[in-house]
């Protein structure tokens, strides 16, 4: 049943692109994919005098193919009759399909890939002279495909709803590529004569490009330079705007582009605001980044939210704001803003999303696969568990050890430890790669039963926050409001001062509620509000009160950010103490594995079931609402980065907090690495959110789940609700105790029956 993308395995990409025309998104993949395996990349069909294939080869496995079709003949018919006359000629027979463009769909009904990915970039129906069908052709496209990416966040947006397994894979960048031109080079002849300062435009001049903005913006500043390279497609080239300023250089090559970059004093995104704009997501803006370049930007969503809310891009849309916009762009300081694009930029690499995109095709591959043939296997399974995080391996060694059964464990992920998961960075820095977890529990049985698989580290968590250009113990405490208002309190004087400022709320019903009848207005500005909002994006009155129990306020200097019995680390990781607790004979483990593949294939009783409880029964009512996550990591060539192990930032800058993991983990290392926490509305899902609707919303789901009864649910995402990992441990626990008194209750009616029958009760196996 396994399906790996091996490079006996060829691609077929269909593209609304032609490859030599603007190096851009599908030419990044293709040629990496070009790298393992055959390409051959199908264009849209040219109008010839016979009807015919050609196909140019290149040197590292891509082929670049060109339907010639001749005037009065059935377009699509010919173009399938063509595809077929490719896949015999060059023995193509195990091969995925990627789609740039669902027109493709009308004359590759009736072949049969390994997997369907619909790589969508752009909202192509939304582009002018678009042809009416498109549409319904990319609904059927939606249909069939097997993955969907989206191009950007709008785009993922809009699609999310429509298929069952969408990723969003933004554009990214050949950082290399475009980091030559921070380096003086000799400017390209046609451009070496145009005075500075110079503010440039790379890419295709079409409906998108706003064509009166820089004809106000040109007009209003004779003294700037507008550089424009790229080709103009489906415009009049007499109606762009000129002047003596404004200079068109023409369709440049990918290679000479750092040389024009180079050459700019800023970068411009000059995009209209139409339907043809709505859901880009420009590849440049990450190569004018990397080529060291202040970037002007119109208010594209996907730029302003990506790039103008992380302050990496100046938004201006009217001529005036825009000249403002790249006055203050061209003298900001070059040094910190270089510094933040560095560190933006870290995992924006072409080739991560491709290695991201072939792990997402082989799964839906095998899945595809798992769907077409039946698998025989030796051996069947008295428990399939969904998940190896907490809750999935601790059901999974207590039902191996303590029953005896046998256990098939599968996660998604390539790793066991589900979101606890450390390994070593690139430095040699030992990193929680979703973010850092700290172990702490009042639970001695808890504690005691995790002490099998690890030795400990003491470590007790402290956290400071970044408050009016101080940084402050949090939760707050004595030192807190003595170094934030200058005081000399004392600890009674202290319980004094907040009710004091304690606002009366009456009945406690939001977050907000109960933090200001707790410590009052002041400081529920400084350190929750906009911590909250960046977090939930909602405002602490619309989240529910019992989120503030989370962050306690402390009358003491206790700095502690937890004061349970235990707190400690596991002294060689989570990731080892993960691999001892599943190291058993009963217990078999697959990786990378979706449970739909083996699910109805692989023999088993019952199932335990960890991931979200909404995929489960295929969103049937809608999907449950998790914040996520973005993780950038920052390794640095010192042995300390920051005073504590956490820093909070609620007032400032995109992420909530920075990481810093040798104070976790005690490690000795010359050099150090931090993570820097991104909220954000899609991703992996983290963070039930905390709302009445979405309360009502879980417990339909949860009707349904009760009426499973070869199905147990357990865990985080399973029961949508935020818990540490002591109480997904004490849970997981509580449910195997449940269910070794419900084999007992089953074994005495089984001998009751007997003893009435006089004979003995046979168990029947399902599966």
Known sequence: MHVSLDQSIDLVCLSHLRWDFVWQRPQHLMSRCAGERRVFFVEEPVESGETRLSVERHDDGLHVVVPHIAPDVDAVATQEGLLHELFATEAIDRYVLWYYTPAAVAFTRTLEPLAIVYDCMDELSAFEAAPPELARLEAELLGRADVVFAGGQSLYEAKRGRHPNVHVFPSSVDTDHFAAARSPRADPADQAHIPRPRLGFYGVVDERFDTELIAAVAASRPDWQFVVVGPVVKIDPETLPRRANIHYLGQKSYDELPAYLAGWDAALLPFARNEATRFISPT??????????????????????????????????????????????????????????????????????????????????????????????ARSFEWLVVGAGFAGSVLAERLASQRGQRVLVCDRRPHIAGNAYDEYDAAGVLVHRYGPHIFHTNSSHVFEYLSQFTDWRRYEHRVLASVDGQVVPMPINLDTINRLYGLDLSTPELEDYFSSVAEECGSVRTMEDAIVSKVGRDLYVKFFRNYTRKQWDLDPSQLDAALAARVPTRTSRDDRYFTDVYQAMPARGYTRMFERMLDHPNIKLLLQTDYREIAGVVPYDRMIYTGPIDEYFDFRYGKLPYRSLEFRFETRETEVAQPAA?????????????????????????????????????????????????????????????????????????TYKYYNMDQVVAQALATFRRLRQETVKERDVVTERARAVGGAGMHRRTG
Do not use: C
């Open 284 to 377: 440049k803006t990450q190569e004018y980044l990397a080529g060291g370049k202040p970037v002007v930007s119109t208010s594209i969503r996907d730029v302003v939210r990506s790039y103008g809310d992380e302050g990496l891009v100046w938004i201006a849309d009217e001529p005036e704001a825009f000249v403002t916009a790249a006055e203050t762009a061209m003298v900001d300081d070059a040094v910190e803003r270089l510094r933040h694009v560095d560190g933006f930029l870290t995992e924006s690499s072409w080739d991560y999303t491709w290695a991201d995109m072939r792990e997402l095709v082989e799964r839906a591959a095998r899945l595809r696969a798992a769907r077409r043939r039946p698998l025989v296997v």
């Open 646 to 718: 956490v820093v909070n930032y609620p007032n400032e800058h995109p992420y909530t907090r920075v990481t810093e993991f040798k104070y976790l983990t005690g490690q000795a290392h010359p050099k150090t690495t931090l993570v820097y926490e991104y909220p954000r509305a899609e991703g992996d899902p983290y963070y039930p959110v905390p709302q009445p609707v979405n309360a009502q919303l879980y417990k339909e789901y949860k009707a349904l789940a009760d009426a499973e009864p070869d199905t147990v649910f357990v865990g985080r995402l399973a």
